[in-house]
């Protein structure tokens, strides 16, 4: 059995495989780093995570199964995040009197007047995240909150993204949620049905991918195999004998051929559709062509701390600023900072590989980040001690108009033709997975793997919040 990727849900459904005694080999193509978008990187001494990853899940299995891999290693967190609006620094989510403060008591009463407008006309359907956003929070607080940042992430006007980015992502919350939540000023619990706004998180004390590189450890332990260095050439199924034929590309730049007899792939999945033989029909490769990714770059800043930042991260709306967001990786761990009397601000640019970003070498991106950490108010020119750029290709599955469908096609297709290939996380399944999202997908393919069917439907997961309320622990029986 082989799995393509050693991120989040390749490892998930490694681990849980080893742990059942069957064996399996992992080809990750990274030569130095587990994890994925999950991994953290490391300079000098100083660790970074690639995008800010909390560990909070709704469900109680997937918590239990990082006790498992972690046991004695993961912080307990209070969220601090805020947003950097006209130039200040204001409280996420929303508090009603700080946006009362911020705004002035005349452009409150138009976003409230705008809510309600959006309540008695609702757009139906909600095609767009627009009309999404609209109708959660109406036109005034999306044009001031939501439009300029999310335009500035996904690099799309809010009419070309759909509206199921807004509902997977920020689930179950409405204006009158947030501000009721504010006005209470009680904590919500780590169970609470608005997930949005959970205050309460673990995360590793090195790092997220301190928990990929155990995993790792105590897979290969059980009996499986890493093979790091391997990006992945072909894939080749036999239907007459149901094996798989899998070329890598090894260290040493030979090519390295692997027999299985299930393929586990959570690599993207229009890199997967390219690679593999027999071909797909001329229709699932047209829409495979057309799925999109945004890209991510991450300067991170070392600087002498003048004020300490308690925030985890911060939402940048402010369009004259490149950088969308901020992530503080002192607040999420000391241990993340090796030196005392120093940060570290990791600068979050989303992109795409072909911008003239992309290819900005990494002393302009650094530069560009300092410059914007001192407009920002947040440094100051002479603060600064070194910096290092990451860059995380398709990082994003782009969620435009009509991509489910494309998506949809490409995975029926494949589930047809290829029965023993299986779909996980969230490039694998083009799908805007949250990590515990890519790990019940993994959970889900490991349970249908030993069982010798495909039991559950992984089209499911992250469709609305209840799958994760279902008892996972059945899909895995070494989590029980």
Same mark, same amino acid.
């Given at each position: 059995?082989?799995?393509?990727?050693?991120?989040?849900?390749?490892?998930?459904?490694?681990?849980?495989?080893?742990?059942?005694?069957?064996? &399996?080999?992992?080809? $990750?193509?990274?030569?130095?780093?587990?994890?994925?978008?999950?991994?953290?990187?490391?300079?000098?001494?100083?660790?970074?995570?690639?995008?800010?990853?909390?560990?909070?899940?709704?469900?109680?299995?997937?918590?239990?199964?990082?006790?498992?891999?972690?046991?004695?290693?993961?912080?307990?967190?209070?969220?601090?995040?805020?947003?950097?609006?006209?130039?200040?620094?204001?409280?996420?989510?929303?508090?009603?009197?700080?946006?009362?403060?911020?705004?002035? &008591?005349?452009?409150?009463?138009?976003?409230?007047?705008?809510?309600?407008?959006?309540?008695?006309?609702?757009?139906?359907?909600?095609?767009?995240?627009?009309?999404?956003?609209?109708?959660?929070?109406?036109?005034?607080?999306?044009?001031?909150?939501?439009?300029?940042?999310? $335009?500035? &992430?996904?690099?799309?006007?809010?009419?070309?993204?759909?509206?199921?980015?807004?509902?997977?992502?920020?689930?179950?919350?409405?204006?009158?949620?947030?501000?009721?939540?504010?006005?209470?000023?009680?904590?919500?619990?780590?169970?609470?049905?608005?997930?949005?706004?959970?205050?309460?998180?673990?995360?590793?004390?090195?790092?997220?991918?301190?928990?990929?590189?155990?995993?790792?450890?105590?897979?290969?332990?059980?009996?499986?195999? +890493?093979?790091?260095?391997?990006?992945?050439?072909?894939?080749?199924?036999?239907?007459?004998?149901?094996?798989?034929?899998?070329?890598?590309?090894?260290?040493?730049?030979?090519?390295?051929?692997?027999?299985?007899?299930?393929?586990?792939?959570?690599?993207?999945?229009?890199?997967?559709?390219?690679?593999?033989?027999?071909?797909?029909?001329?229709?699932?490769?047209?829409?495979?062509?057309?799925?999109?990714?945004?890209?991510?770059?991450?300067?991170?800043?070392?600087?002498?701390?003048?004020?300490?930042?308690?925030?985890?991260?911060?939402?940048?709306?402010?369009?004259?600023?490149?950088?969308?967001?901020?992530?503080?990786?002192?607040?999420?761990?000391?241990?993340?900072?090796? $030196?005392?009397?120093?940060?570290?601000?990791?600068?979050?640019?989303?992109?795409?590989?072909?911008?003239?970003?992309?290819?900005?070498?990494?002393?302009?991106?650094?530069?560009?980040?300092?410059?914007?950490?001192?407009?920002?108010?947040?440094?100051?020119?002479?603060?600064?001690?070194?910096?290092?750029?990451?860059?995380?290709?398709?990082?994003?599955?782009?969620?435009?108009?009509?991509?489910?469908?494309?998506?949809?096609?490409? +995975?029926?297709?494949?589930?047809?033709?290829?029965?023993?290939?299986?779909?996980?996380?969230?490039?694998?399944?083009?799908?805007?997975?949250?990590?515990?999202?890519?790990?019940?997908?993994?959970?889900?393919?490991?349970?249908?793997?030993?069982?010798?069917?495909?039991?559950?439907?992984?089209?499911?997961?992250?469709?609305?919040?209840?799958?994760?309320?279902?008892? &996972?622990?059945?899909?895995?029986?070494?989590?029980?």
């Amino acid at each position: 059995m082989v799995v393509l990727g050693a991120g989040p849900a390749g490892l998930t459904t490694a681990y849980l495989l080893a742990q059942n005694g069957r064996p &399996v080999t992992v080809l $990750e193509a990274d030569p130095i780093y587990v994890g994925g978008l999950a991994r953290t990187v490391s300079y000098h001494g100083f660790r970074f995570d690639i995008g800010g990853h909390r560990f909070f899940s709704k469900s109680e299995n997937v918590e239990r199964l990082w006790s498992e891999i972690l046991p004695n290693d993961m912080l307990e967190c209070i969220r601090l995040s805020r947003i950097h609006f006209r130039s200040e620094l204001m409280s996420y989510p929303l508090r009603p009197f700080e946006v009362i403060e911020r705004l002035g &008591v005349l452009e409150f009463a138009r976003c409230i007047l705008s809510y309600w407008q959006a309540c008695v006309f609702p757009s139906h359907p909600a095609i767009t995240f627009e009309d999404w956003a609209i109708n959660a929070f109406g036109r005034r607080l999306f044009e001031i909150f939501f439009k300029t940042y999310t $335009e500035k &992430v996904w690099g799309l006007s809010c009419r070309e993204i759909s509206a199921d980015w807004a509902a997977q992502r920020i689930k179950k919350m409405s204006l009158a949620d947030a501000a009721f939540a504010a006005l209470r000023q009680t904590p919500l619990s780590r169970r609470d049905t608005i997930t949005s706004l959970t205050t309460s998180f673990r995360y590793p004390r090195l790092g997220p991918g301190m928990m990929w590189e155990k995993c790792a450890e105590k897979m290969c332990a059980a009996g499986g195999r +890493l093979l790091m260095g391997r990006p992945v050439q072909e894939l080749e199924y036999c239907a007459q004998t149901g094996r798989w034929r899998i070329v890598a590309q090894a260290k040493n730049g030979n090519s390295e051929t692997f027999d299985a007899g299930t393929v586990v792939s959570s690599i993207p999945l229009t890199d997967l559709a390219r690679m593999l033989k027999p071909e797909l029909s001329w229709n699932a490769l047209q829409a495979v062509q057309t799925l999109r990714y945004r890209d991510f770059l991450s300067a991170a800043v070392i600087l002498r701390e003048r004020v300490a930042l308690q925030d985890h991260w911060i939402y940048v709306h402010e369009p004259a600023v490149r950088a969308s967001r901020i992530q503080n990786y002192k607040s999420w761990s000391p241990a993340l900072i090796p $030196e005392p009397g120093l940060c570290c601000l990791g600068l979050e640019y989303f992109c795409n590989a072909s911008d003239e970003l992309w290819h900005m070498n990494d002393e302009r991106l650094l530069k560009l980040a300092l410059n914007e950490l001192t407009q920002l108010g947040l440094a100051q020119p002479e603060d600064l001690v070194d910096g290092y750029v990451v860059r995380q290709p398709k990082a994003y599955p782009v969620y435009d108009l009509g991509y489910s469908g494309r998506v949809q096609l490409v +995975l029926s297709e494949l589930e047809s033709r290829f029965p023993s290939l299986h779909l996980v996380g969230r490039n694998g399944r083009h799908r805007y997975n949250n990590q515990d999202h890519s790990m019940t997908t993994a959970m889900l393919s490991a349970a249908n793997i030993l069982a010798g069917e495909r039991m559950y439907n992984l089209h499911k997961v992250n469709e609305d919040a209840e799958y994760l309320e279902e008892p &996972v622990a059945k899909y895995s029986p070494c989590c029980e």
